[in-house]
C-alpha cells in the first residue's frame, strides 16, 4: 500500500482567514491534537516574525510529540542579498524545525508585478536560498507559489523554477493552487508534466486553494498523478475561501483511494479532531461538512431511514465510526415507520404498530402547527413516550402568572408566580428573573428540587425564537426551541404557541422532564 504524508499549515495558513486567532498556547494544543490524529508535518510558522511565533517556538522546542515533525516557514532571500546575509534565512537556518519550507515565485505577473526581479535573479533567489538551509542541515520543502498559473502560461520557466529548487536541494516540490483558480483536470496535467519530467529525482506535494470550490478535488486529483505529500489545513480554514480541507481530504484518501495515511485507529479521531480545533477557535463546526459534520450521517426521509434499517450502505458511504461520527435519524413530516420505530428504539421502547401509526401522525400533526423536532429530540422523545404510555409527568400544573414591569428610570422587573402539585404536594412560588422565561425556571425549580434534586444541575445554554407566520405580525404564532445541558450530555426542546411564555413554558417542561433520570422507561 502507497504511503500519501499530510501537511497541516493551519496554524499559518490557516490563521490568514477572517476572524481565525489562537494564543501560543491554544497553537501548542493544537499540535497535540494533530499529532495524535497521525498529521506528519505540521508547520508553525514562521519563526520571530512577531512576539507570539517567538513563544511558540519557544515552546514547541521543548515539546514531546509522537511522530509529526514541526515545519518552519520562510520565503527565498531578498534581491539584491546573498542568502547567508538574510536575516529572514538566517532565523530558519537556526530554528529547531528540522524542517523547512519555503516559498518562491514562479509567475512572471509576480516578477513583475511583486519581487520585480528578472526571471534569471529569481532562479537564482530560489537556489540560493534552498541550497543555504539544506548546507544548515534542514530538509526543505520547495512551495512553488502560483505554479499552475505559471505552468498554463509559461510551462518552461515553471519547470526551469522547479529545476533550481532541486538543484539547491530540495526534498520535496510542492505544486501551489496560491489563488484556488484551478480546476482538477488542470491540476492533474499539471502534476503529470511535473512527474513526467522529474520522476525519481523528488518527492511531489499539493497545496491547493477552495476559491472555486475544488480545493479537496484539486488535491486529490494531484495525488491520483504522483503527488504524495498533500498539504491543507483542519477544516479548510484560510484566507478568502479557505485551503484545501484535511478533515475531508484524509478519509478519502485512506478509506476511498487506498492509500496509507493514518491508520484506522487514528481516523476514528478525526471527527473529535475537527470539532476541537473549532472549539478553541471559538467557531462553529458546518454541521453539513462531509464526514464530521452533525448532518453528515443524518437521515430523515423515510425511505432513507428504512434502507439503513436493513443495510446501512444502502444510503451511507462508509460506516460513520470509521471517522469518529455517528449516525442520527431526524424526525419530521417526511418520517414513515421505519424513522419512529429507530428512534424508539434508541431510547428503549419497543412500540407495536398501532403504536408507531400513532406516533407517525402525531409527529405529522404537530409539524404542521411548526414543531420541529429536528432540533429538538428531548420532546420528540417524551412524544415517543407518551404514545406508549411510558410517560408519567413530574407535577401538575395549576397556574402560572408573569408580570413584567417597566419604570420610569429605564429598569425593566420580572416576576412569575407559579402554582403546582408535586407529589399531592401543593406549591405556590414566586420568583424575579431577567426575564419571563428566566423567572419561571427559577420559580419552578424552587418548587421541585426538593423532590428533584438532579434538576438543579441542568443548564439552559440556548434560546431560539421564531415567527411561524409574519403575515399576522404580533399576533403570529411562535416557536421557542431551548437548548439544555446537565454537563454530560445535552438536548434540544420545543414549544409552540401564539403566545411566546406558553411557548416558552412548554419547552422548558419538556427540558427538565427529559433530564429526569427513568427506571423502566418512565419518569
Known amino acids: ?36 490524529l497521525g498529521v506528519h508535518f505540521i508547520e508553525a510558522g514562521f519563526p520571530a516574525s512577531n512576539p507570539k511565533e517567538a513563544e511558540l517556538f519557544a515552546l514547541l522546542a521543548e515539546e514531546d510529540l509522537e511522530q509529526a515533525e514541526i515545519c518552519a516557514f520562510g520565503m527565498t532571500r531578498r534581491r539584491g542579498i546573498e542568502a547567508d546575509h538574510d536575516e529572514s534565512l538566517r532565523l530558519l537556518a537556526e530554528c529547531f524545525a528540522p524542517v523547512v519550507t519555503l516559498v518562491g515565485k514562479t ?137 484545501a480541507n484535511l478533515v475531508s481530504i484524509l478519509p478519502a484518501l485512506e478509506l476511498k483511494m487506498g492509500y496509507e495515511v493514518v491508520g484506522p485507529e487514528r481516523m476514528s479521531q478525526l471527527s473529535a479532531t475537527s470539532h476541537y480545533v473549532a472549539e478553541l477557535l471559538n467557531v462553529a463546526v458546518d454541521q453539513d461538512q462531509a464526514y464530521v459534520g452533525r448532518n453528515a450521517f443524518a437521515h430523515k426521509g423515510g425511505m432513507h431511514v428504512a434502507g439503513i434499517a436493513s443495510d446501512a450502505r444502502t444510503f451511507e458511504h462508509l460506516v460513520p465510526a470509521q471517522v469518529g461520527n455517528s449516525r442520527m435519524v431526524l424526525p419530521s413530516e417526511l418520517s414513515g415507520k421505519a ?55 413530574l407535577f401538575r400544573l395549576e397556574g402560572f402568572r408573569v408580570l413584567t414591569e417597566m419604570r420610569e428610570d429605564g429598569t ?76 454530560d450530555r445535552s438536548w434540544g426542546s420545543i414549544g409552540v404557541s401564539e403566545n411566546i411564555i406558553e411557548a416558552s413554558w412548554e419547552a422548558l417542561v419538556d427540558s427538565l422532564e427529559y433530564a429526569f433520570p427513568r427506571e423502566n422507561g418512565k419518569t
Open 107 to 243: 509567475w512572471s505577473l509576480h516578477l513583475e508585478k511583486v519581487t520585480k526581479v528578472s526571471p534569471e535573479e529569481n532562479l537564482a533567489m530560489i537556489q540560493e536560498s534552498v541550497a543555504f538551509l539544506a548546507e544548515a542541515g534542514k530538509r526543505v520543502i520547495y512551495d512553488a507559489e502560483h505554479f499552475f498559473d505559471a505552468w498554463r502560461e509559461d510551462p518552461d520557466y515553471s519547470m526551469e523554477c522547479l529545476r533550481a529548487a532541486i538543484a539547491g536541494g530540495a526534498v520535496n516540490l510542492s505544486l501551489c493552487d496560491t489563488n484556488g483558480s484551478s480546476l482538477p483536470d488542470q491540476v492533474a496535467d499539471g502534476v503529470a508534466a511535473v512527474a513526467g519530467e522529474f520522476r525519481g529525482e523528488v518527492e511531489l506535494g499539493i497545496h491547493a486553494h477552495n476559491d472555486a470550490e475544488c480545493g479537496v478535488a484539486n488535491s486529490l486529483a494531484a495525488v491520483g498523478q504522483g503527488a504524495r505529500l498533500v498539504q491543507g489545513t483542519i477544516n479548510g480554514y484560510g484566507e478568502r475561501c479557505g485551503n
Open 412 to 487: 425593566v422587573e420580572t416576576e412569575a408566580t407559579l402554582r403546582i402539585w408535586v407529589d399531592g404536594q401543593r406549591h405556590l412560588c414566586v420568583a424575579e428573573g431577567n426575564g419571563p422565561v428566566n423567572a419561571l425556571d427559577q420559580a419552578l425549580r424552587s418548587a421541585i428540587t426538593s423532590h428533584y434534586p438532579h434538576l438543579a444541575d441542568i443548564e439552559l445554554t440556548g434560546y431560539r425564537v421564531r415567527i411561524l407566520d409574519s403575515d399576522h405580525g404580533t399576533g403570529a404564532g411562535t416557536r421557542v426551541i431551548l437548548d439544555s445541558s446537565d454537563g
Open 339 to 393: 424513522t419512529v420505530v429507530a428512534r424508539a428504539n434508541e431510547i428503549g421502547l419497543e412500540l407495536d404498530d398501532d403504536e408507531a401509526r400513532e406516533a407517525i401522525n402525531l409527529l405529522k400533526e404537530r409539524e404542521h402547527e411548526g414543531y420541529h423536532y429536528e432540533a429538538a429530540e428531548a420532546s420528540f422523545d417524551l412524544l415517543l413516550r407518551r404514545v406508549a404510555g411510558q410517560y408519567e409527568p
Open 1 to 36: 500500500m502507497e504511503k500519501v504524508k499530510l501537511y497541516d499549515t493551519t496554524l499559518r495558513d490557516g490563521m490568514q482567514g477572517q476572524g481565525m486567532s489562537l494564543s501560543a498556547a491554544e497553537k501548542v494544543r493544537v499540535v497535540h491534537a494533530l499529532d495524535r
